[in-house]
């Protein structure tokens, strides 16, 4: 039996002009996709009616179609309204809902001392749904729903991706949706990530490794220098997928970090916790994305301990004990500096491992023995250090992308040799 | 007379299950949009036969048709014939296309060490184009090309990003493209945007004041507590926008921070910037998304000194100096320990303004005094200081991207105050 086919609707004037990337069709497709159903069609509109009107009668083409955002207080928030005219219902104000939704909206006013008048016409457009939809839950004040309609259900969620991907979850457990889920099959995946090598170099051993086809659909993406395969297996294929994973792991053993879906960060916390060690992070060029990152991760408190920005080069001397000679022989982007930046850390934050990022990250700022692209990294722990550099002209956004990925790498690294040589 | 309205069909496998966000359908969108033209929908969809189809049809209602991918030599590449077949055309091989792609597979066979034999076919395969298509040039053995079916002009497109980007270049030189473009006038845009309100009370003030339509499209839009008004100009309207932009200040002036496109970070930087002072922050649950904020901005050394990310209580203690019995009484989440972190972390790093933010990310951490979502920030210049907080229940992310952003609108406050009172 062929699987559920799904369309996905993402409303948004700013989504469709391009002013903003959609976050919502890659994340619904995926999760589609992983639940066994197809993902036909993202659909990208804007909130003008015609176009949305159209957009949601495609949708409902679908078995599954998800509609995300418009759902706001405002006049151009028209995803509900557009949603019961199309499918020929009256929308009916869900007391129990207008309840919930006014309680949230009151506790808004307090804080913006705000009378609640102000709130209440838009309490009351969004407590209406289509008849016969369910509430799901609310984001803020606006609701997810899941509604029945003929061969199709649709799931109605906010646009924010945080709370839509939060929704999305009671989507799942909601009756309609779970009915549908169980004519599908979910597809096996296998995910396998690299790090220190080529996409072509992968992609060459994918191939002659048999590639993909016969049941087995495989993606090599690179993203900030690790190199993602996603292997989606279908039925009848797991002895196929798994002597392609065997001959991947074969080739490429040397650079594969990861067989599941962990973000670096998280193996990172994992390695350091399994080992007792605290980590602390001294950035410069990346200026706090890769504490950013590690915070990111729920329950990251217990390893990570803190991080100095040191932006300035006064605040590195001051700071992280960078020594001025350092600084001045070397310059702020150095092996030399990376590496005082990283004890200076360790030191400063009682830490047992520090890692450090110095860099060039653009657009100005570079010369031509130290262009934009180039960074520094070291990371320290107990057993000694490693030290990484790399020099890749591109963008300010790119560069610190990359260099906060290489940083998290670099600490992996640090750890897995470790325990490599103590085995 | 409305713009000439375009559909943009993005097509790939990867794309439609979201292993890989797609790049091309919001550049499209916004070369559309300054180009006059009105970007009515994105289509994803992937190389199923039967979507890709439906996805052309739905395309050449638009009076502009852009496609990417699907452009390559090997069979799940289906653009082309597909595009032939709704067009009701047929394929014509272009012998003059067929020489150019000849010449750069013959490199590429030297390079691989392969026969040409087994790139003919492929060179036959993308030479032929749909009867009166005009050839764009090439990106690696891939040509883009133009052509004219009826009211609509058919643009194709290869899909890696960067050639598509160049290959876009020339349709927009092309005759078709230039004659359509001729229609429509780029239409003018002007952004407003508010913090401190709600997005209820700012839709309300825009329909007070006359709301969208009329030649004017209005979009207001919530993020991270700022709400975003975006007003796109058609030819004529250029009165109406300014009396429109007028009323909205009039109502709401208090909680414009600004009228063009610049994020907060980059007035924050402006205003201290303005006034010779420095900044720095010192951060918990934030985890360094304010300074990764800040320093996304290029130049933002000049007045960014670096940060403290105080994740463990004693680094709290020990380097931003906040005194332990205000971490014993009033516990690190409180308006005693952020005014304390913002204070420690000015002196520390010698900066003329402190920002902190201390908080409850979840999803773990949270009690019923202080439940997660609840934020406590502070901020401190020479002449005095600012203190805030909020609390609202969300996921992670989401806690930590609105605490950064209302963490970085407490200064921007402090200095606008400053600046108010001193005039």
Same mark, same amino acid.
């Given at each position: 039996?062929?699987?559920?086919?799904?369309?996905?609707?993402?409303?948004?004037?700013?989504?469709?002009?391009?002013?903003?990337?959609?976050?919502?069709?890659?994340?619904?497709?995926?999760?589609?996709?992983?639940?066994?159903?197809?993902?036909?069609?993202?659909?990208?509109?804007?909130?003008?009616?015609?176009?949305?009107?159209?957009?949601?009668?495609?949708?409902? =083409?679908?078995?599954?179609?998800?509609?995300?955002?418009?759902?706001?207080?405002?006049?151009?928030?028209?995803?509900?309204?557009?949603?019961?005219?199309?499918?020929?219902?009256?929308?009916?104000?869900?007391?129990?809902?207008?309840?919930?939704?006014?309680?949230?909206?009151?506790?808004?006013?307090?804080?913006?001392?705000?009378?609640?008048?102000? @709130?209440?016409?838009?309490?009351?457009?969004?407590?209406?749904?289509?008849?016969? +939809?369910?509430?799901?839950?609310?984001?803020?004040?606006?609701?997810? @729903?899941?509604?029945?309609?003929?061969?199709?259900?649709?799931?109605?969620?906010?646009?924010?991706?945080?709370?839509?991907?939060?929704?999305?979850? =009671?989507?799942?457990?909601?009756?309609?949706?779970?009915?549908?889920?169980?004519?599908?099959?979910?597809?096996?995946?296998?995910?396998?990530? @690299?790090?220190?090598?080529?996409?072509?170099?992968?992609?060459?051993?994918?191939?002659?490794?048999?590639?993909?086809?016969?049941?087995?659909?495989?993606?090599?993406?690179?993203?900030? @220098?690790?190199?993602?395969?996603?292997?989606?297996?279908?039925?009848?294929?797991?002895?196929?997928?798994?002597?392609?994973?065997?001959?991947?792991?074969?080739?490429?053993?040397?650079?594969?970090?990861?067989?599941?879906?962990?973000?670096?960060?998280?193996?990172? &916390?994992?390695?350091?916790?399994?080992?007792?060690?605290?980590?602390?992070?001294?950035?410069?060029?990346?200026?706090?994305?890769?504490?950013?990152?590690?915070?990111?991760?729920?329950?990251?408190?217990?390893?990570?301990?803190?991080?100095?920005? +040191?932006?300035?080069?006064?605040?590195?001397?001051?700071? &992280?004990?960078?020594?001025?000679?350092?600084?001045?022989?070397?310059?702020?982007?150095?092996?030399?500096?990376?590496?005082?930046?990283?004890?200076?850390?360790?030191?400063?934050?009682?830490?047992?491992?520090?890692?450090?990022?110095?860099?060039?990250?653009?657009?100005?700022?570079?010369?031509?023995?130290?262009?934009?692209?180039?960074?520094?990294?070291?990371?320290?722990?107990?057993?000694?250090?490693?030290?990484?550099?790399?020099?890749?002209?591109?963008?300010?956004?790119?560069?610190?992308?990359?260099?906060?990925?290489?940083?998290?790498?670099?600490?992996?690294?640090?750890?897995?040799?470790?325990?490599?040589?103590?085995?």
């Amino acid at each position: 039996m062929s699987p559920p086919r799904a369309v996905v609707v993402v409303t948004g004037s700013e989504l469709v002009r391009g002013d903003r990337r959609d976050l919502n069709g890659p994340f619904l497709a995926r999760e589609l996709v992983s639940s066994g159903v197809s993902p036909a069609r993202i659909i990208v509109v804007g909130d003008s009616q015609d176009e949305l009107e159209g957009a949601l009668r495609e949708g409902l =083409d679908g078995e599954l179609c998800v509609v995300s955002g418009g759902l706001g207080p405002t006049h151009d928030d028209r995803t509900v309204e557009t949603l019961a005219r199309v499918l020929g219902r009256d929308l009916v104000v869900d007391h129990e809902l207008e309840r919930e939704i006014e309680g949230v909206s009151r506790g808004i006013s307090e804080r913006l001392r705000r009378p609640y008048a102000e @709130f209440a016409p838009g309490v009351r457009k969004q407590a209406s749904l289509p008849e016969g +939809a369910r509430s799901l839950g609310l984001a803020g004040t606006a609701p997810g @729903f899941v509604l029945e309609a003929g061969d199709s259900v649709v799931v109605v969620l906010p646009g924010p991706p945080p709370e839509l991907q939060r929704l999305w979850r =009671d989507a799942l457990d909601s009756g309609p949706v779970r009915r549908l889920l169980d004519q599908g099959q979910p597809p096996q995946r296998r995910t396998l990530r @690299f790090y220190g090598v080529s996409e072509s170099a992968v992609a060459r051993a994918l191939e002659a490794a048999g590639g993909g086809g016969d049941g087995v659909e495989a993606t090599v993406c690179a993203r900030d @220098f690790e190199i993602h395969v996603d292997l989606v297996v279908g039925k009848g294929a797991e002895l196929r997928v798994e002597a392609l994973s065997e001959a991947l792991r074969e080739r490429m053993g040397d650079f594969l970090y990861s067989d599941d879906e962990r973000p670096v960060a998280e193996l990172v &916390l994992g390695l350091c916790r399994a080992r007792g060690l605290t980590l602390a992070t001294a950035e410069s060029c990346t200026g706090g994305l890769v504490a950013a990152r590690l915070t990111a991760i729920p329950g990251s408190s217990d390893v990570f301990r803190g991080a100095v920005v +040191a932006y300035a080069d006064d605040v590195k001397a001051q700071e &992280l004990e960078v020594p001025a000679a350092v600084l001045a022989v070397h310059g702020a982007v150095s092996a030399e500096t990376a590496e005082a930046m990283a004890a200076g850390v360790r030191e400063r934050l009682g830490a047992g491992i520090g890692v450090s990022v110095t860099g060039v990250a653009g657009p100005g700022g570079g010369t031509p023995e130290k262009p934009v692209g180039l960074v520094y990294m070291h990371a320290l722990g107990p057993g000694g250090g490693l030290a990484a550099s790399f020099s890749i002209p591109a963008d300010r956004e790119t560069v610190r992308a990359r260099a906060t990925v290489a940083a998290l790498h670099l600490v992996r690294r640090l750890l897995t040799q470790n325990r490599d040589s103590s085995t």
